[in-house]
T-cell receptor, first 111, second 116 residues
Framework: TQLLEQSPQFLSIQEGENLTVYCNSS?????LQWYRQEPGEGPVLLVT?????EVKKLKRLTFQFGDARKDSSLHITAAQPGDTGLYLC???????????FGQGTTLQVKP | DAGVTQSPTHLIKTRGQHVTLRCSPI?????VSWYQQVLGQGPQFIFQ???????GRGNFPDRFSARQFPNYSSELNVNALLLGDSALYLC???????????????FGNGTRLTVT
């Protein structure tokens, strides 16, 4: 059974601080996606990483895919209250249509 | 352009009843997937349909079924509802089957189902 474990599960920080969210598995994924979900809404895709060792930047967000394609991280620089939400990583391992989601990291950024 | 639309947005049912949830994909998307998200957890895969054919099925009992129509919209049906079926049911569409980098999922805002 493929599992993705996210850490930490909850994070409460002050505006301007940096943070890193981790997503780990013992399984290899062909690609890994990061989503952000706000209350009452569906997840919104932030980024997809495909190549082992790949690093992608989206403004203050930096995403990294591990060399072995088993883990990923999301780093936010100078967090802002608008970054508050549930961050989900999700792995894909083929053409089955199935995404394996982590349990999510709830981020609260206080002004 | 309209995103993925789901109806109804909220629903309250009693144990043992049946429920039908509906989803309209983004125009041009031929694949629809269904996920269940229990409070405090990540979504869990239920089904994927492409061109009206089931392409994948998650670890859910036979009480859960789905279908896709010629216009690519989809229905998720759940029979004999249990309290544990209370969750946010998410529909996602993509241009093609699979979930890789070339066919990312676009999620709707879900149907919040409460079973009492």
């Amino acid at each position: 059974t493929q599992l993705l474990e996210q850490s930490p599960q909850f994070l409460s920080i002050q505006e301007g601080e940096n943070l890193t969210v981790y997503c780990n598995s013992s399984s290899v994924f062909s690609s890994l996606q990061w989503y952000r979900q706000e209350p009452g809404e569906g997840p919104v895709l932030l980024v997809t990483v495909v190549t082992g060792g790949e690093v992608k930047k989206l403004k203050r967000l930096t995403f990294q895919f591990g060399d072995a394609r088993k883990d990923s991280s999301l780093h936010i620089t100078a967090a802002q209250p608008g970054d508050t939400g549930l961050y989900l990583c999700a792995g894909s391992s083929g053409n089955t249509g199935k995404l394996i989601f982590g349990q999510g990291t709830t981020l609260q950024v206080k002004p | 352009d309209a995103g993925v639309t789901q109806s109804p947005t909220h629903l309250i049912k009693t144990r043992g009843q049946h429920v039908t949830l509906r989803c309209s994909p983004i125009s041009g998307h031929k694949s629809v997937s269904w996920y269940q998200q229990v409070l405090g957890q990540g979504p869990q895969f239920i089904f994927q349909y492409y061109e009206k054919e089931e392409r994948g099925r998650g670890n859910f009992p036979d009480r859960f079924s789905a279908r896709q129509f010629p216009n690519y919209s989809s229905e998720l049906n759940v029979n004999a509802l249990l309290l544990g079926d209370s969750a946010l049911y998410l529909c996602a569409s993509s241009p093609r089957p699979g979930t890789g980098g070339n066919s990312p999922l676009h999620f709707g805002n879900g149907t919040r189902l409460t079973v009492t």
